[in-house]
């Protein structure tokens, strides 16, 4: 399609995009502004990698997807993977523990790197492709022709005229901060309007080292609810250390040390778990992130775009980091980008962000429902129905507590497997109804206890997993 391509910014984002265009164009050329570190580390341009990612299961089949062998070197290198493993998963979504301590019925596999040992991963080998390269400057703004509405190239940082650099096609994946709304703005096209939903999300982070053998799960999970609007997730990483990340939402504050971190164990976790976290020996520092508003950059909705250039990643949406998404919704921005330069169509813009807007739009209204709804998140004009969804997805996470397959189908589309719509389908509404019928005619008859018991012995004895339980 071209001979140079540019992307700045080499985070997640930038060398997925670079993986892709380098099947198109002669040359790929990543800027970025930041020292990489030559082992997985965090770095100072992505604070967020300090605190707990959780890959999910399409995103590691996307990557794997784009960088053969990735799976299989990060477990070579000590990332956990569950496959099939679901005693492995402790899961609590909006205040509802998912019977998740089961065998499924389809397979699931799952992995947990962190989000520097991830990046490094693919950083490698996005690198060892013989037409990406990767050069440390920071780009200063983009060279734009006006007469040709088309953005030709980059300036860099160092301002001399031998520090422009000129390239068919410029991808903006340089994040949330992106100036290109503005540089938009400059040039006549005007800014592309923003959704936004303040979830008012504040982390806290700790490392700590618990013994090998306390914890048999390696994935747990416990998101924030009505009644307790600070949740906690805990990953076990590939350097063998736990990372404890507790958050509140609706501009809830987090907890500020370790001791705080197990308080909120002990609140939302079995005590198994919390009392492995609290006899467990922090490691490092407390680590902190304020992520006040999740963003969608509506491109899709601009009437006029300039040629040359495309925003990517999350320069484009962030998603509420504390469901997990933004990776994954990366990887599946990587394959629209591919569909759309093999479908060789010259709007490359409009119709990248077309394809976006499609894969973003359930997602993103699936979160602003369960963020109005269930934790204390405010929307511009959120619709009246926000809050009637919230209220009957919280009756079906109701019922998937004691219901396997109902809590299997929600594990798959909270993993964005299956489809990224998470609405249940008419059997599924359907199953959801007559257990929470059930549940509500035994409580009125005094057998609320009884019912719940008898749902959970059915479900344990018929898919216990063999593997060794806690
Ligand atoms: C607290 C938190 C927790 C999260 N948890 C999860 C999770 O559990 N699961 C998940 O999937 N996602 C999670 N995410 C989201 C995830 O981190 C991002 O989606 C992912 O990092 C992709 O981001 P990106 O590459 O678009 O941008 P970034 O990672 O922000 O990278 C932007 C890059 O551009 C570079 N750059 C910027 N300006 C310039 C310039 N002018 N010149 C050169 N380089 C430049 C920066 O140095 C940086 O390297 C979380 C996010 C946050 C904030």
Known sequence: MGDHAIVIGGSLAGLCAARVMSDFYDRVTIYERDALPDRPDNRTAVPQGRHVHLLMARGAAEFEELFPGLLDDMVAAGVPKLANRPDCIHFGAAGHLLGTNTTLKREFTAYVPS?????????????????????HA????????????????????????ASVVTADLVVDATGRGTRLPAWLDQWGFGRPTEDTVDVGIDYATHRVRIPA???????VVAGASREHPVGLGMLLYEDGLWSATSFGTGKVAPPKSFADICDVADD????????????GEPVGDMAFHKYPASRWRRYDKMDR??????????????????????????????????SVLESGK????????????????????????GDVALHNATADDAPWWYLVVGNL???FLSAAETDADLAEWFLRRFSLLDSLYMVPDAKTLGRTVRHNMGLLLSEKYGRAKTYVRSKRANYSARDRDPVPSR
Do not use: C
């Open 115 to 135: 989000r520097p040992h991830l990046e490094w991963q693919i950083r490698e080998r996005a690198l060892a492709l013989p037409n990406v390269d990767l050069v």
């Open 138 to 161: 920071s780009v200063a703004e983009l060279r734009y022709v006006a007469h040709e509405q088309r953005v030709t190239g980059v300036l860099l940082e160092a301002g001399d005229p």
């Open 213 to 219: 053998d306390a914890i048999v799960e390696k994935v």
């Open 268 to 279: 939302l976790l079995p005590p198994h778990l919390s009392g492995a976290l609290r006899a």
């Open 305 to 338: 775009f300039p040629a040359g250039v495309i925003p990517f990643g999350d320069a484009v949406v962030s998603f509420n980091p504390t469901y997990g998404q933004g990776m994954t919704m990366t990887s599946i921005q990587a394959r629209n980008l591919r």
């Open 346 to 369: 010259a709007d490359i813009a409009g119709e990248l962000s077309r394809a976006t807007k499609k894969t973003t739009w359930p997602v993103w209204t699936m979160n602003a429902i």
């Open 393 to 395: 997805f919280e009756q």
